[in-house]
């Protein structure tokens, strides 16, 4: 508890990074904002029924409207696909950047600094992502095989009840294991970081180990976080019940509110990668090797990092290196 | 002792006069001693059929439906048309059960008159393929008669018959130790004499089975008695009169069903019995009866209540539910293909699930719509595989009628996380939004409708223009017509053209020269026809003259059905005015000179003209809000903005 809530005070004073990210998102959103707007503004043109929209949900004006402009809507649905998949490539980006803000706390948050930070790291990451996404699918798949065999064989003598727990059950174990191997990867970046090591696999198996010897401290926080996102969502609907977008003022207020979320779900994530960090750094001693992590493109000499928080690889080398 | 003989008479007199008269003609009685063999799934029987010839021919042979033979190969007519696939239930082929199923009759004698034996008529089958000439197609049966029987006279048959019943997918079958028998006796045919529905001679009416058709019978009496395991609870149409328990290990039950069109019945030892009833407002109760799966024993008031509302709204708009009783059965899910099925006193629900939540009205809906076909299939006998309209397409307006009513108008079928939709909507959805809604007419046999559109035409085209008519006419001639059409073809075999002279009787009785002297320019287009309906207002304007405004109004019709159309124009002060329009050229042009100017107007802004494929384009206003574009795209903006951030923690 004592890292986890370590790594939110971390978190907490890189508030900037965050918002930087969060201006990223948003920014990035507009490309689905504004289309949005524009395409569902020209197809309600000068038509009354839209308003209908204002009052709640109308499965006729709904419908008819797809039947008109669904290939324009699905259009911006297709932007939404590419935009989660650059999204996710920026992220493997940021981590870079974020761990080295972890690593020197106490230095000011300079974009230079982290930008330098995202690139340095991003090679290896991507490699990393690779692993993640190959263990994660490969072991969805497993679960999904065994619960599918399961269901099929206990088909003609189970109960609809019983056939639809073994369904949950294979789902849950399945969303558990995915989301097990996503928190291997995080604690996998930091070791890469710590250690230099470019081996994403070696990285990955170390992490693995370690997640496992420590769930209680790794993988415990990580599902809290995760829980805590998913319980945003939920309070979203809540405050969507409550005020309702009846109109401009209405859509404004829920608008903010709407991003106020999205930028709290990016703090967890950097929350997140801040709790894999300190976890690690007290309980995996520093290695003996003498790594590269960094170029500083300032021309002054690091500054020390806090006590609590010793920098395991302090050399600093010339991109040549 | 006179005195005696004078009261015996009395109270034979008064036991005959107490007798009620028969609800329906009643031509095709059965009695039918049947087993369950449950491990073979088979089924053993010995029919008696006493058929009527009420028409004025003589007849020279009869025809029967051999129902199950539909499952005995790949080569069936059935089999062929749907590759063995039905509402999204599939023959399970590679199972370990035998999922094929048959029926074959071992002998049929007609029974003689007095001292006249019986005469063996079971050399003289003959299996014909009266609709697509496949020789490998057992579905229907000739029986040549030696001797023709005359107008008015009765023949009696004495039918042995086996079945082996099918692994379930399409109605009717066993899965595991649930069996739900259907269709499954050898059931003679309708003979039409001249005049009745399109026959311009007498004929036979006994069509193959096809993959997208139901059924067609003449009314009768059912005695039937099933014999089947101890421990097995059963359901059927009509009452169980008598139970008796026999030495073997069975037992024998006794059903009676009077002036129905079919005769089903369901057998399982897992079923848990709820019990229930309704009274309707002159005193009438139907008992209901619902057998469900133990793990659905909660939901079973789902399904009561909303047969009850379903009885409530059709003997109040409709007429009476003559019957006493109403069993629903509730499928397991590995028997899920016997779901959502009408036979007479007796339906299968269907959408059933343990964790389905309320405001998922699935087996209301189901169970709703089955009831409904109590009214379009078993009291008004139509023909199923002509004229599948008048059943289904009749049943799903109505049950948007009683869905919507019972449940909300805009939240009937799903009312969840702010998703919303009623019955009406779904139905009109599934028709005006195809990709071709101007694929075929409503009006055809089930399996010469173009592909794929058999739901599509029947069931939603029809709904929907149903509630188009409902909307020119108004409801309360709607239910005046629909009411008559019930009164007058209850217990008969009604067609399009009976139903049409109904609508031709009353609208001009009761709105005068509105719509013509007849609704036959409606029917050609919605029923016979393949118009799609599409009218656009295109524009609003207004120009000062001098104190007055010059305001025009532009409506387009933008389909090829012509249907009137009202506009309503609102001006600036708040007064309105309603234009009507007899939609039949392409484009309405709207000129009003008036001292304030038009705000915005709306055609046919009631919603009478439900089929119009877009209701969105029908209004035009000069003063556009922009906040439900607003509204959607910031919502949609957050639902990408959370789903890149689910991908984020991938990184």
């Known amino acids: 508890m004592k890292n986890f809530l370590r790594a939110f005070t971390l978190t907490r004073q890189s508030a900037r990074i965050v918002l930087w990210i969060y201006g990223t998102n948003a920014l990035l959103s507009l490309l689905i904002l504004l289309p949005a707007y524009a395409t569902l503004g020209a197809g309600a043109g000068h038509s009354m029924a839209f308003t209908r929209l204002l009052d709640g949900f109308d499965y006729t004006v709904y419908s008819d409207f797809m039947a008109k402009s669904g290939v324009a809507v699905d259009a911006l649905l297709s932007v939404g696909r590419w935009l989660s998949i650059l999204w996710l490539v920026l992220n493997v980006f940021l981590a870079g950047g974020i761990l080295l803000r972890f690593a020197q706390p106490g230095e000011p948050i300079r974009a230079s600094t982290f930008l330098a930070g995202c690139a340095q790291y991003f090679s290896r990451f991507a490699g990393l992502l690779g692993v993640v996404m190959l263990f994660s699918g490969l072991l969805f798949f497993i679960v999904l095989l065994v619960g599918t065999l399961a269901g099929a064989a206990l088909y003609n003598t189970v109960t609809e009840q019983e056939l639809f727990y073994v369904g949950i059950v294979t789902l849950i174990v399945g969303v558990l294991v995915g989301a097990l191997v996503f928190c291997i990867g995080d604690y996998a970046k930091v070791l890469q970081f710590r250690q230099d090591d470019h081996n994403p696999f070696r990285a990955f198996g170390r992490a693995g180990r370690f997640v496992l010897a420590h769930p209680g401290q790794t993988f415990g926080p990580y599902l809290l976080l995760i829980a805590i996102g998913t319980a945003s969502f939920g309070l979203y609907f809540l405050i969507d019940d409550l005020i309702g977008m009846h109109n401009w003022p209405t859509i404004i207020i829920l608008f903010v509110v709407q991003q106020g979320l999205i930028a709290a779900r990016i703090f967890l994530k950097v929350w997140s990668l801040g709790t894999a960090y300190t976890v690690s750094t007290a309980l995996i001693p520093p290695t003996t090797r003498q790594t590269a992590i960094f170029v500083d493109p300032s021309p002054e000499p690091m500054a020390p990092t806090e006590p609590v928080e010793p920098p395991t690889n302090p050399t600093v080398h010339s991109p040549g290196e | ?651």
């Open chain 2, 1 to 651: 002792m006179k005195h005696l003989s004078l009261l015996a008479f009395l109270t034979t007199l008064t036991s005959f006069a107490q007798q009620p008269a028969p609800l329906s003609p009643r031509i095709a009685n059965y009695k039918i001693d049947v087993t369950l063999d449950t491990d073979r799934k088979t089924l053993a029987g010995r029919e008696t059929l006493t058929w009527r010839n009420t028409s004025t021919d003589l007849i020279r042979e009869l025809q029967f439906h051999l129902y199950l033979n539909a499952f005995r190969d790949e080569k069936s007519t059935f089999m062929r048309e749907s590759g063995g696939e039905l509402r999204g239930e599939e023959i399970d082929r590679s199972g370990k059960d035998d999922p094929y199923g048959s029926i074959d009759i071992v002998s049929i004698n007609q029974r003689g008159q007095t001292a006249v034996p019986s005469e063996s008529l079971t050399r003289q089958l003959r299996f014909i393929q009266p609709d697509d000439r496949n020789r490998n197609d057992r579905t229907v049966v000739r029986v040549p008669l030696t001797k023709p029987l005359a107008p008015g006279e009765t023949i009696t048959l004495d039918i042995v018959f086996k079945a082996k019943l099918p692994k379930i997918f399409a109605r009717t079958g066993f899965s595991r130790d649930y069996f739900l028998v259907g269709q499954w006796f050898p059931k003679v045919g309708v003979y039409e004499p001249k005049g009745e529905r399109y026959a311009k001679q007498g004929q036979w009416n006994c069509h193959q089975f096809h993959a997208n058709s139901e059924f067609y019978a003449d009314y009768g009496v059912y005695d039937v008695n099933v014999t089947l395991p101890l421990n097995y609870l059963t359901g059927a149409t009509g009452l169980l009169t008598q139970e008796k328990n026999n030495a073997n290990g069975t037992k024998t039950q006794h059903w009676h069903a009077d002036d129905v069109v079919d005769f089903a019945w369901t057998a399982s030892p897992r079923f848990q019995v709820v019990n229930d009833q309704w009274k309707s407002p002159t005193g009438h109760t139907v008992r209901i009866r619902a057998l469900m799966q133990p793990e659905h024993g909660h939901q079973a008031v789902r399904n009561i209540s909303s047969a009850k509302a379903a009885l409530a709204y059709f003997d109040k708009h409709m007429g009476q539910y003559p019957f006493p009783n109403l069993t629903i059965v509730d499928p397991p899910f590995h028997g899920a293909g016997s779901g959502g099925m009408e036979y007479p006193t007796f339906i299968t629900a269907g959408e059933t699930v343990s964790f389905l939540p309320n405001s998922i009205r699935l087996p209301e809906l189901v169970t709703i719509h089955e009831f409904g076909h109590q009214y379009f299939m078993q009291l008004l006998a139509s023909n199923e595989f002509e004229e599948a309209w008048l059943d289904e397409g009749f049943n799903q307006y109505y049950e948007g009628r009683v869905v919507d009513e019972t449940y909300g108008s805009h939240s009937s079928v799903i009312d969840l996380f702010g998703y919303r939709m009623s019955d009406s909507e779904f139905a009109r959805d599934s028709y005006v939004h195809v990709i071709n809604p101007g694929s075929g007419p409503s009006f055809g046999n089930t399996w010469q409708l173009p592909d794929g559109q058999y739901g599509t035409l029947t069931y939603m085209k029809t709904a929907t223009w149903l509630r188009t008519l409902d909307g020119l006419v108004g409801r309360p001639v709607m239910d005046e017509i629909m009411q008559t059409y019930f009164i007058r073809w209850r217990w008969k075999h009604p067609c399009a053209t009976d139903f049409i002279a109904i609508v031709n009787e009353i609208v001009p009785k009761r709105l005068g020269n509105r719509y013509g002297p007849d609704m036959n320019w409606f029917f050609a287009q919605v029923l016979y026809g393949d118009q799609v309906c599409d009218y656009a207002l295109t524009s609003v304007s207004n120009k000062k003259e001098g104190t007055k405004y010059e305001s025009t109004i532009r409506v387009d019709r933008l389909g090829d059905m012509k249907l009137p159309v009202e506009v309503l124009v609102h001006f600036d002060n708040g007064r309105e005015k309603l234009i009507r329009w007899d939609g039949q050229s392409g484009m309405k042009t709207i000129k009003l000179s008036q001292s304030a100017r038009v705000l915005w107007a709306k055609a046919d802004p009631a919603q009478k003209l439900y089929v119009d494929k877009n209701l969105n384009n029908n209004s035009f206003t000069l003063e556009p809000t922009s906040a439900p574009a607003g509204r959607y795209a910031v919502k949609l903006m957050f639902w990408i903005q959370n789903l890149m951030q689910w991908l984020a923690w991938l990184a």
